[in-house]
């Protein structure tokens, strides 16, 4: 058999090892899905106190209950780990960490690549890889691609790639992980059809692409489009504190319209790993074919000054009330970057926190 019949009919028949790196925010709600379908998994992360409540069957991520865990780890079907040679037994890899922004807000993907070498150690044939981590359009084949290609295994042959980003979203109810679509782009025709077969049985439905670069684009997109619409009414927000309107009154209003409106509201500012972070992994590769991103970096100025605007805001309330900042007891409620989860990336409660205090 050939190393793509082999790994195919082995998640046909159920028999496939499932292997996760990164057991975070998006790691461990990837380990529930697979476990549920059936797959034998394996979890790998380099915090060991992370792997160490796992094996005592606890969660330690607010909105993941911990139930499922024990179970899963006692009989055998989840196994956490810090020993990355174990990688070598896996047959399907979902690579799920960080994606954080440098200090120069560009992209660092040290995490991925640390992630794929620790893969490309110990690939062999029949393995299919597949990167989750959101990403600036060519990581998967201009990163990823080269350092599996190492050894002389040919992709779409030896081993199969692809990109098929993580569409995570933490404390909502409405959606389970399950039933959003999930998109999936290959590096070769084969590895397309190979992630879509192992996905098939996670998500509930599949929606493929022509490559991992407009996969990678796709994630992207639907971030991006977040960011500026949010900067848009951020905007709308403070033009209306100078015109004394209600822009609470103005949204409503119109998202009455049954077409061409979706209601997006204003905050302090943009937070968890994000929305605040993938726009800039866009414009960084724009740069690459002399290409300006206005509406991304506008958006990303308008969202980091709402916490300035929040601050300027409680000044002038304490001041109507003859009060003075020095003499002021200030109660902030919510220090994650959004309700029902215990996430503190980015998020713009504590940038409030940090301008209150240094007045």
């Known amino acids: 058999m050939t190393a793509y019949e082999t790994v195919s009919e082995r998640i046909a028949n159920g028999t496939a090892v499932a292997a996760v790196i990164g057991l975070g925010y998006v790691g461990l709600p990837r380990v529930q899905l697979l476990c549920r379908a059936g797959y034998s998994v394996l979890g790998f992360d380099v915090d060991t106190a992370k792997?160490?409540?796992?094996?005592?069957?606890?969660?330690?991520?607010?909105?993941?209950?911990?139930?499922?865990?024990?179970?899963?780890?006692?009989?055998?079907?989840?196994?956490?780990?810090?020993?990355?040679?174990?990688?070598?037994?896996?047959?399907?890899?979902?690579?799920?960490?960080?994606?954080?922004?440098?200090?120069?807000?560009?992209?660092?993907i040290r995490f991925v690549r640390t992630a794929a070498e620790a893969v490309a150690r110990y690939l062999r044939p029949g393995q299919l890889v597949l990167l989750e981590s959101t990403t600036y359009p060519g990581t998967t084949t201009e990163v990823l691609l080269p350092l599996l290609s190492d050894h002389g295994f040919r992709v779409g042959e030896d081993f199969f790639l692809a990109f098929s980003p993580e569409r995570e979203d933490p404390g909502n109810v409405r959606f389970a992980s399950g039933d959003v679509p999930k998109i999936v782009g290959g590096v070769t025709p084969q590895c397309t059809q190979l992630a879509q077969a192992y996905c098939g049985k996670l998500f509930s439905s599949i929606v493929t692409v022509s490559s991992p670069e407009a996969a990678e684009l796709a994630k992207l997109l639907e971030n991006i489009f977040r960011s500026v619409n949010i900067a848009l009414v951020?905007?709308?927000?403070?033009?209306?504190?100078?015109?004394?309107?209600?822009?609470?009154?103005?949204?409503?209003?119109a998202a009455t319209k049954p077409f061409g409106f979706m209601p997006f509201y204003p905050g302090p500012g943009l937070g968890g790993h994000c929305i605040p972070v993938d726009p800039f992994y866009l414009s960084w590769k724009a740069r690459e074919y002399g290409f300006s991103t206005r509406f991304i970096e506008l958006s990303g100025e308008i969202n980091t000054l709402m916490p300035q605007y929040v601050v300027e805001r409680i000044f002038e309330a304490l001041n109507e009330r003859g009060k003075t900042v020095k003499d002021a007891r200030i109660l902030l409620l919510g220090a994650a970057y959004k309700k029902n989860v215990d996430d503190l990336r980015e998020s713009p409660s504590l940038d409030v926190m940090g301008l209150l205090i240094a007045k």
């Open 51 to 108: 792997i160490a409540r796992l094996k005592r069957g606890e969660s330690y991520i607010a909105h993941i209950d911990a139930s499922w865990i024990a179970g899963a780890v006692i009989s055998g079907q989840f196994t956490p780990t810090t020993e990355f040679q174990r990688l070598a037994v896996a047959d399907c890899i979902s690579i799920c960490v960080p994606t954080p922004l440098s200090q120069n807000r560009e992209p660092d």
């Open 234 to 253: 951020n905007e709308l927000k403070m033009l209306c504190g100078k015109m004394n309107l209600d822009v609470w009154e103005i949204i409503e209003a």
